[in-house]
């Protein structure tokens, strides 16, 4: 039986001259002369029997067989890289214990911990949900590793994650008062919601009442659906019987929050890199976009 091997060299070539819809650009791709990348892919197509490339002016156009070999190009190349990586990756040896704040369980976590899951599934994570006062202290006294806040704590190694933007949110049977004060439904800790919240509107010179307070999300949830007031948040609060208000009640735009990771300066071990780079964390070189608060 003969048999017939792709070179996954010339797959990456002929990948880079699809995107780039041409030999030039494709060369710079993959470091090669574009005399190069032309002579492998006329040893490309004599492999597999049939053109794969025309012209089309001065760009390459694929035919219907390049098509097709793009798509099994393109999963060949992943699966190669994602085995490099996987096996060249130094093995995370110790679990890692990670806190994060209900914000961030309620958002980004569940996306962050599936990712996390696909690209090293022998990873053990620890995950413990708290106040932000009680991650500070967590993280000071060596109980976690790792933690993921909304609210800002100093003396750690800070990462940012990502930067979300904040929404007014309301029940869908709420009504602006006659007296078009602003009520606000809030945590009573002094958290970076509230504080955003009270700071937008100062500056919009909106009058503001808080007209109900919770000390967990949970009961701030219940708070909003009956219509007690609006409260500032990441949109992934919503649910059916919430809604996200703002020009209709004459409410001003908020501005984005950052989730940071926290890790604890004495641990720089290679499993604590390694989860890193797999988070795509990287270190905050500007200014925290939430207002420092003392940690606990």
Same mark, same amino acid.
């Given at each position: 039986?003969?048999?017939?091997?792709?070179?996954?060299?010339?797959?990456?070539?002929?990948?880079?001259?699809?995107?780039?819809?041409?030999?030039?650009?494709?060369?710079?791709?993959?470091?090669?002369?574009?005399?190069?990348?032309?002579?492998?892919?006329?040893?490309?197509?004599?492999?597999?029997?049939?053109?794969?490339?025309?012209?089309?002016?001065?760009?390459?156009?694929?035919?219907?067989?390049?098509?097709? =070999?793009?798509?099994?190009?393109?999963?060949?190349?992943?699966?190669?890289?994602?085995?490099?990586?996987?096996?060249?990756?130094?093995?995370?040896?110790?679990?890692?214990? =990670?806190?994060?704040?209900?914000?961030?369980?309620?958002?980004?976590?569940?996306?962050?911990?599936?990712?996390?899951?696909?690209?090293?599934?022998?990873?053990?994570?620890?995950?413990?949900?708290?106040?932000?006062?009680?991650?500070?202290?967590?993280?000071?006294?060596?109980?976690?590793?790792?933690?993921?806040?909304?609210?800002?704590?100093?003396g750690f190694e800070?990462?940012?994650?990502?930067? &979300?933007?904040?929404?007014?949110?309301?029940?869908?049977?709420?009504?602006?008062?006659?007296?078009?004060?602003?009520?606000?439904?809030?945590?009573?800790? &002094?958290?970076?919601?509230?504080?955003?919240?009270?700071?937008?509107?100062?500056?919009?010179?909106?009058?503001?009442?808080?007209?109900?307070?919770?000390?967990?999300?949970?009961?701030?949830?219940?708070?909003?659906?009956?219509?007690?007031?609006?409260?500032?948040?990441? &949109?992934?609060?919503?649910?059916?019987?919430?809604?996200?208000?703002?020009?209709?009640f004459g409410l001003?735009? =908020?501005?984005?929050?950052?989730?940071?990771?926290?890790?604890?300066?004495?641990?720089?071990?290679?499993?604590?890199?390694?989860?890193?780079?797999?988070?795509?964390?990287?270190?905050?070189?500007?200014?925290?976009?939430?207002?420092?608060?003392?940690?606990?």
């Amino acid at each position: 039986m003969n048999c017939r091997h792709l070179d996954i060299r010339l797959l990456r070539t002929f990948v880079a001259v699809a995107r780039q819809t041409g030999f030039s650009r494709a060369a710079d791709d993959v470091c090669r002369t574009q005399a190069a990348v032309s002579q492998q892919m006329k040893r490309l197509e004599s492999a597999v029997g049939c053109p794969l490339l025309e012209r089309e002016g001065r760009r390459k156009r694929l035919t219907d067989e390049g098509r097709r =070999l793009l798509e099994y190009a393109t999963g060949i190349l992943n699966l190669n890289d994602e085995a490099i990586s996987y096996l060249r990756a130094s093995p995370i040896e110790r679990m890692v214990r =990670l806190g994060a704040c209900a914000d961030v369980g309620d958002t980004i976590l569940p996306d962050y911990v599936a990712r996390l899951a696909r690209s090293r599934p022998s990873l053990q994570i620890d995950i413990q949900v708290g106040a932000s006062d009680w991650l500070g202290g967590a993280l000071r006294r060596g109980e976690i590793d790792v933690a993921i806040d909304v609210n800002a704590h100093e003396g750690f190694e800070t990462h940012e994650l990502q930067s &979300s933007p904040l929404a007014w949110i309301a029940s869908r049977r709420f009504s602006v008062p006659r007296d078009r004060v602003v009520p606000l439904a809030l945590l009573d800790t &002094s958290d970076v919601f509230r504080r955003t919240a009270v700071r937008t509107l100062e500056q919009a010179k909106r009058p503001w009442r808080a007209a109900f307070q919770s000390s967990t999300l949970c009961g701030l949830r219940a708070g909003v659906r009956a219509g007690l007031g609006i409260t500032p948040h990441f &949109s992934e609060l919503v649910t059916p019987d919430l809604t996200v208000v703002g020009p209709e009640f004459g409410l001003p735009s =908020l501005p984005p929050i950052s989730f940071q990771m926290y890790s604890r300066r004495d641990r720089r071990d290679d499993a604590m890199q390694k989860f890193m780079t797999l988070l795509g964390a990287k270190p905050a070189s500007a200014p925290c976009l939430v207002p420092h608060i003392a940690a606990a």
